[in-house]
């Protein structure tokens, strides 16, 4: 990814790092079905286009070890910490 945005001379890689990283750990990932913030901070990120797009429906996905840790932790909407 962070090929497709830095310079023809890659000069600014790390100015261009931060936008990547937050893109990565937006992305679901195929083999937990969840993107990073998901599981670590048990929400996603707002970002701006959430605000003119509205929320989007979560897809219900059947990963067994990665659900139940995510059901494990939030019911309607509210993270629990026990």
Known sequence: MLG???EIN???WDECLSSVMAA???TKHDSTG???NRLVFN???RMPIDIVLGEIPEEEENHA???N???MYKKDGEVLMT
């Open 34 to 36: 969840f993107s990073p």
């Open 43 to 45: 929400r996603e990120n």
């Open 24 to 26: 990565h750990r937006a």
């Open 65 to 67: 070890t990665y659900n």
């Open 4 to 6: 497709k945005v830095v």
């Open 10 to 12: 890659q000069s600014n």
């Open 69 to 71: 840790f995510v059901r």
